[in-house]
Structure formats: structure tokens, C-alpha cells
């Protein structure tokens, strides 16, 4: 739900801004979680925490990042590291503070206290300062402006607001978006499988629970550090035609370092592990949605963003329930990460080559159309690229000499 909300919270960020959409969402998150706490069935539970909480974090992250984009422009990319370096710190706190908690309040208890912490995203919202009209992001290319009269039929309605919260004509027509898109879906299949499987693979063989959950804090802390320096290079005008490839190139140093993991379970290895995978996570969190604001216009992007997230919604709904099976299957944890390094590796290639095969084209279509106006220009001259120095040319000079005397 984290991601499959992008839709509804494009329109509601269309409608009435990230500001509220922000608080709307730290309402619903709180909600849920409150509400869970109180659920007796597993139903109950994919209900409040999992629909309910999903949702409400859906709206206030997705627009977060979106504000983020409208404030900055130079900086964009080290606001983003910025940002997401919070991300960082939930994750190097939330696994010690779910312990701490679950051992002393039980998980009902645990649930409350997550409800209060997720109500202060209504604080985060009520402190961004409201985007001008004039830069609210809306769908202008290539869509007629949204008509205050009430739509002849239901299906056209429909059809235009899935063309614009959806951004199936920017998929159709922009070759790069429709790269990145399927690459960053195919990625997502094997990018969170370390975080769900890192701590359990550490427990079966034999590192103490308390070291094994260390091991997420590890990757939380340095990634506080790691990101901005991530954004901090990225950022640079030198690189700034080069992102979508120093974004392969973390995927693909994320998939090689899960190679690293399977090899060894011994507590020293895994934290060297973490160090390293941290790093090129650091790359792919600081990069993921820079990237995507590079291809897509400005105005584009809220909705851009929404066909983004649901296709890497349908990833992470997959990925976790098809290692499991292949772990119950083989009763190896070594596969898992064996398939999360196929998932990423892949999509990297993938990735950096199309990108690579794009822009050789872009750029031999103006040398072309150079070219062709050379040769279409040199016979009204009389002259060719051939016979400049020929008796032509010699024919010219001695005109210009007669004339001039």
C-alpha cells in the first residue's frame, strides 16, 4: 500500500496540495495502527495496520518527495539524500525500539505507541510550506484542461483521469521513463529481500537475536552518513547527465554484494556485509527518485510517480511470498539471496544498457540532421564538401580578384 496508493495520492495532491495530503496521511497511518492493536483476527490486521497504515504512509511519503521536487532545483539531489536519510535513521531505530517494546508492553501495547510516532507526520505536514499555484503540479502536455462542466459519459471521464493520475501517455511516449519504470519493477524484486531475510538467515545459523537485529541498525546508521555523501557527489554538474547510470551501477553493486553474504553467515562477515551493502544502498535511495525527475518533466511527475510506485507495489507484493516458497522449498537461505542478486544484477544491465543504447541514438540524430543540412545547402552554393579545394573554388577567387580591380 506504501506504493500502490500513488494514484490516489497524485489526485489528492492535484486537488489539494501536499500540505494536507501530508497531514491526511499521518492521520490514516496513526488510525490504523490504534486500530490494530485492538484486532483479534489476522484479517483484522491486513485491514488496519496493513490497508489503513499502508495507505496513510503512502500519502504522506510519496507527497513529501513530491514538495521536494517543487522547492529545489540545483540542490534536488542532496534534498533528496537529505530526506531520505530519515528513512536511514527509522531504520537503524525501529528493530531495537520493536525489541524494547514488544518485550515490555506485548504487541498491543507496541501497536499504540507506533500509532502516536506515526500521528507526527501531521507535524511534518503542517510545516511545508504551500507550492504557488503556478507550480502545482499538473498534467498539461498533451491533455486538454480539466473542464468545470460535468462529462458527457462516465467512461470518457474515467478515461481522462486515468490518462492523467496515471501517466500512461508519458509510459507510451517517453522511451526513457518506460525504461527506468520496468528496470526499477524488476530491481524491487530482489531489494528488500535482504531486510526481510538478513536477520532470520543470521538466527539459523546460529548468531545470538539481539547481534542479528543489529545487523538492520547497522545498515540504518551508516546509511544517515552515506546518503548525503551519495547526494553530495551525485549532485555535482559534472554528473548530472551521468545519474541514471551511477544508478545502475549501485543496483549492480547491491546484487554482486548479496553474492558476498551467501557465501558466509559468520557474524564478522555480515557486518562487513552491511558496511558494504550500505553503500550502494545509500546510491539507490539517493538516486531513485532524482533520476525519475530527470526523464519526467516537473509538471508530469506527481503523476509520473503514481505509475512508478504501483508497478513497484506489484514487485514488493510478489518478492517476499516467492522467496519464502523457494525457502521452504530448498530450506536454504543461501537461494534467497542467490535470487535477490539474479533480480538486481539483471535489472542494472538492463538498465544501464538501454540508457546507454538511448543516448547513442540521441546523440547521432543531430549529427544526421547536421549533415543532411550540409549536403542539402552545398549544391545551391555550387560547391560540395569534395570540391573545396578544386577549380571551382579557384574560379571564385578569380572572379572576386577581376571585380575588385
Known sequence: MLHAGGPLCSILVGRFGCRATVMLGGVLASLGMVAGSFCCTLGQLYLTAGFITGLGMCFSFQSSITVLGLYFTRWRVLANALASAGVSLGIMLWPLLSRYLLEDLGWRGSFLIFGGVLLHCCVCGAILRPVPARVTPETRDGLPPPSRRPARGCPAACGRAIQRHLAFDVLRHNVGYRVYTLGVAWMIMGFPLPHVFLVPYAI?????????????????????????????????????????????????????????????????????????????????????????????????????????????????????????????????????????????????????????????????????????????????????????????????????????V
Open 204 to 404: 539459523w545459523h546460529g548468531v545470538d537475536e539481539h547481534r542479528a537485529a543489529l545487523l538492520i541498525s547497522i545498515i540504518g546508521f551508516s546509511n544517515i552518513f552515506l546518503r548525503p555523501m551519495a547526494g553530495l557527489v551525485a549532485g555535482r554538474r559534472d554528473f548530472a547527465s551521468h545519474r541514471k547510470y551511477l544508478f545502475s551501477l549501485a543496483a549492480l553493486l547491491n546484487g554482486l554484494t548479496n553474492l558476498a553474504c551467501a557465501a558466509s553467515a559468520d557474524f564478522r562477515v555480515l557486518v562487513a556485509y552491511c558496511l558494504v551493502y550500505s553503500v550502494s544502498m545509500s546510491g539507490i535511495g539517493a538516486l531513485l527518485f532524482q533520476v525519475l525527475m530527470d526523464i519526467v518533466p516537473m509538471d508530469r511527475f506527481s503523476s509520473a510517480l503514481g505509475l512508478f510506485t504501483v508497478l513497484e507495489s506489484i514487485s514488493i507484493l510478489i518478492s517476499p511470498p516467492l522467496a519464502g516458497l523457494l525457502l521452504d522449498t530448498t530450506s536454504n537461505f543461501s537461494y534467497v539471496f542467490y535470487m535477490s542478486s539474479f533480480f538486481l544484477i539483471s535489472a542494472a544491465l538492463f538498465m544501464g544498457g538501454s540508457f546507454w543504447a538511448l543516448g547513442k541514438m540521441e546523440r547521432q540524430g543531430p549529427q544526421a540532421e547536421v549533415q543532411g543540412a550540409v549536403t542539402e545547402a552545398a549544391p545551391e552554393q555550387g560547391l560540395t564538401m569534395e570540391d573545396t579545394d578544386g577549380p571551382k573554388k579557384r574560379l571564385r577567387v578569380e572572379i572576386m580578384y577581376v571585380t575588385s
